[in-house]
């Protein structure tokens, strides 16, 4: 049985690059720099938790600030560990919850921050979110088919998947590829809008994969330039 955990007001973060971290993703980390070694021996002595933000590309070298995060992260709990001879060492970390990043408490030993949990909002009847949820599953199931980048195992994993945000999370962590629209869905609480928006972005993918095949032809992908 699942305990029930109390979300810190505090807590230690990593930012990263080109990464936002989703609540019920599973994230695999190499820990190898020394400041989130000693996060994660903490963590491990205590709750097993810190939070993932993602790091903003576009300011970070106009700001003064180190590593500026984005203003909403995900805190996940460490659900396995396995440290390498070298001090390295292997997690796994789920995520739990969206939150905000208040405030940077402190920067070393590792960066600390003030957080408040953020709560979804349904936007919409049950019934209106379980229709997106379903029409979002045939317009992946439609991607993959046409050669899209979706794994044929995470796709039938994603049809046992009833609830609508559990399955937009886990879609967008694993298949967005747009950054800057994958950080908005983190950040966008309601869950109809959430799936609207990655719905829209799915069909533009799609018509564009469609208007490629029939452009290309017979030809081969490196001559599609000379068609």
Do not use: W
Not at 8 to 29: D, R, S
Not at 72 to 92: D, E, F, H, W, Y
Not at 127 to 156: C, S, W, Y
């Amino acid at each position: 049985m699942e305990m029930e955990i109390t979300l810190p007001e505090e807590i230690a973060v990593m930012t990263l690059p080109n990464l936002t971290f989703f609540p019920q993703a599973l994230l695999p980390l190499h820990i190898f720099e020394p400041r989130y070694r000693e996060m994660v021996k903490d963590a491990l002595s205590t709750h097993r938790l810190f939070a993932v933000a993602g790091l903003k590309m576009d300011v970070e070298e106009e700001s003064e600030e180190f590593e500026p995060p984005h203003r909403v992260a995900t805190l996940g709990i460490v659900r396995a560990c396995q440290k390498k001879g070298n001090g390295s060492s292997n997690l796994l970390l789920q995520g739990l919850a969206r939150v905000e990043v208040l405030q940077i408490v402190r920067e070393k030993p590792y960066r600390i921050v003030r957080i408040r949990p953020l709560s979804s909002k349904q936007g919409a009847a049950p019934e209106e979110n379980a229709k997106l949820r379903k029409d979002l599953g045939k317009l992946i199931v439609t991607k993959q088919r046409l050669g899209g980048p979706v794994p044929r195992e995470f796709a039938q994993f994603l049809k046992t998947v009833d609830d609508p945000e559990t399955f937009v999370d886990l879609a967008a962590f694993s298949l967005c590829e747009d950054l800057d629209l994958k950080q908005k869905l983190l950040e966008t609480l309601s869950v109809h809008r959430r799936l609207e928006l990655f719905s829209t972005k799915m069909k533009l993918e799609i018509d564009a994969m469609k208007l490629r095949r029939k452009l290309q032809g017979s030809l081969d992908d490196d001559d599609i330039a000379h068609n």
